[in-house]
């Protein structure tokens, strides 16, 4: 959607068009409910985050000063409605296998492997996707959103910072971090080789 045409629909949400709601959902919808999904790891609580941040829009639409997409504005929303049930939830905890923090502040993962030229059908095979999916959805909460935004949905690093409200140095950051945990997860499975069924004779 063009800005221009993210004005006009946000002309008409504050004007109480009930004809521009229906667009905006039928709009980001899917968007939204996919980010909440991997967020929140399962359909009930990605409903419900999905509920939540359109009904917020709704509610919070004459705030919107445009300084951002409307698409960005709606995944702040979302991202702070997961954010917060996650919370709800369980504490983050603090793993003992963070990676290692170098004395120029670099942060290093405590083991590698060098998957970065193995052959394209490692990463198509199902159990591997799945095996990325697990990884993802092990990240802290405040890493997978950045992750997410930024590498999966696709966001420019000024979008992510934007929709999550943080600096850029921030989403950096926190970028880097989630792409070392996940290479370390995910190091012992390459290395290891997947798990191949037995076949019965």
Not at 17 to 42: C, E, F, K, P, S
Not at 58 to 81: G, P, V
Request: hydrophobic share 40%; charged share 30%.
């Amino acid at each position: 959607m063009s800005q221009q045409d993210d004005s006009e629909l946000v002309a008409r949400l504050k004007a109480g068009d009930q004809t521009a709601y229906a667009q905006l959902v039928n709009d980001h919808a899917a968007r939204i409910y996919r980010l909440a999904l991997r967020m929140m790891g399962n359909e009930t609580d990605a409903e419900d985050v999905l509920q939540e941040t359109f009904l917020s829009a709704f509610k919070s639409i004459d705030s919107f000063e445009e300084r951002a997409s409307l698409s960005t504005w709606l995944y702040r929303i979302a991202t702070n409605a997961a954010l917060m049930r996650l919370r709800r939830k369980e504490p983050e905890l603090v793993s003992v296998e963070e990676p290692v923090e170098r004395d120029d502040g670099d942060l290093l993962p405590r083991q590698f492997f060098d998957f970065c030229c193995l052959p394209e059908e490692d990463f198509l095979r199902a159990e591997a996707r799945a095996e990325m999916l697990r990884a993802i959805d092990e990240l802290p909460a405040t890493l997978r959103s950045v992750f997410i935004l930024r590498d999966v949905e696709g966001l420019s690093t000024e979008e992510t910072a934007a929709a999550l409200d943080l600096s850029i140095s921030a989403v950096k950051s926190r970028l880097m971090r989630a792409r070392l945990k996940l290479r370390e997860r995910l190091a012992t499975y390459f290395s290891q080789g997947p798990v191949i069924p037995e076949t019965r004779q």
